[in-house]
């Protein structure tokens, strides 16, 4: 059966890039992939053991590479790097937007490529050890191998139409059974671009959250001090209206009207700081939104990966039942010829005791 692709892959690391592609023909030139920076993630399969580079625009697969011990990001330039897939005979070439993405995505890449090797080298140990077994077992004696590979003779007409039928039975099931897988992947594919794209909000959320502790922090700090201009404005205030009333000089008043309206200056500055930060906290409940649609079409897709595959059950046990249908016939089919043959022999006799006596 076939595994929920959650389970089975999970995101491990992501990055946005602008994605090149190699030109077949001349082998030189950069074709883009995508017209805008898309997000590029490592993707882990547990089950085999695989790590993959994933990349998804829109509804169509960018990057689709599976990553193996002998592959080499190299940088070309400080924001550009590149490597090589011999299983797609091609190059792919991503573009960041700082050296310290591409340094992140580099150091990120030789680390899986690593572990890529470090599974290989387990994988080759454990296929050692079920070769040695398969040499040490016992072998299927060459007579029952004959049996079953030499077909039955065919001789009456009413097996034969049934054991037609079986086969045509079989062909459908078959048909469906791949019509089922290819639905399947059809829907893991768009599973993995959903998973990519709650990856990306996620790590967006996240970074949002940061800046939101970040800002509530500032705004606290704001406010107390937006309180002691505000103290010292109505001092000063109190100071010019005691100064008035006492008749001060005019080079006084005017260096405090000056200080009050640089005062009340960076008070609005503050003021409009607290207002953008205000909005961000709009955009953050927005981004809590999308990634709560994205949870919940996660989940739809979820649910119809797991009907598909209960139908799939389904069309693998009427094959299996199929199956068991035909041996039964083939049984039967046998039984008759061996019956026929009994019954010709006997026939046989029957005649030649006959021509005796009629010689006789």
């Not at 946005?16 to 077949?24: G, K, L, T």
Request: with cysteine.
């Amino acid at each position: 059966m076939f595994p929920h692709h959650r389970e089975r892959e999970q995101p491990i690391f992501s990055a946005r890039a602008h994605v090149f592609q190699i030109d077949p023909t001349t082998k030189r030139n950069w074709i883009p992939a995508s017209k805008h920076a898309v997000t590029v993630s490592f993707f882990y399969d547990a089950t085999r053991n695989v790590y993959r580079i994933i990349s998804v625009g829109g509804t169509k697969a960018i990057i689709n590479c599976t990553v193996t011990p002998s592959m080499t990001f190299t940088k070309t330039s400080q924001k550009f790097g590149q490597w090589a897939d011999s299983r797609a005979n091609t190059v792919y070439g991503l573009g960041f937007a700082t050296e310290q993405q591409l340094h992140q995505f580099a150091e990120k890449f030789k680390e899986v490529k690593d572990a890529a090797r470090l599974a290989r080298e387990k994988s080759q140990d454990k296929e050692l050890a079920n070769t040695a077994l398969t040499i040490a077992a016992p072998q299927v004696s060459a007579d029952l191998s004959d049996e079953l590979q030499s077909p039955p003779v065919m001789c009456v007409n009413g097996p034969e139409d049934k054991l037609f039928r079986s086969q045509s039975a079989d062909i459908t099931l078959s048909s469906e059974k791949e019509r089922i897988k290819k639905m399947l992947s059809e829907g893991s594919i768009c599973e993995m671009n959903l998973e990519a794209e709650l990856f990306t909000l996620q790590d967006s959320n996240s970074k949002l959250v940061a800046a939101l502790h970040e800002a509530n922090a500032n705004v606290e700090q704001w406010k107390k001090q937006l309180t002691a201009y505000q103290e010292e404005t109505e001092r000063l205030r109190d100071q010019v209206a005691d100064l008035e009333a006492h008749g001060p000089s005019d080079l006084l008043k005017d260096e405090l009207t000056q200080s009050l309206e640089e005062l009340e200056a960076l008070l609005k500055a503050k003021d409009e700081e607290i207002h953008i930060l205000q909005s961000k906290k709009g955009e953050y409940h927005e981004m809590e939104h999308q990634r709560d649609e994205a949870i919940h079409r996660l989940r739809e897709m979820e649910m119809r990966n797991s009907d598909l595959e209960r139908r799939i059950q389904n069309t693998e046990q009427n094959l299996s039942n199929s199956l068991e249908d035909r041996d039964r016939l083939d049984t039967e089919i046998q039984r008759a010829i061996e019956i026929l043959d009994i019954k010709i022999f006997d026939l046989n006799d029957l005649r030649q005791s006959l021509v005796k006596l009629i010689d006789k």
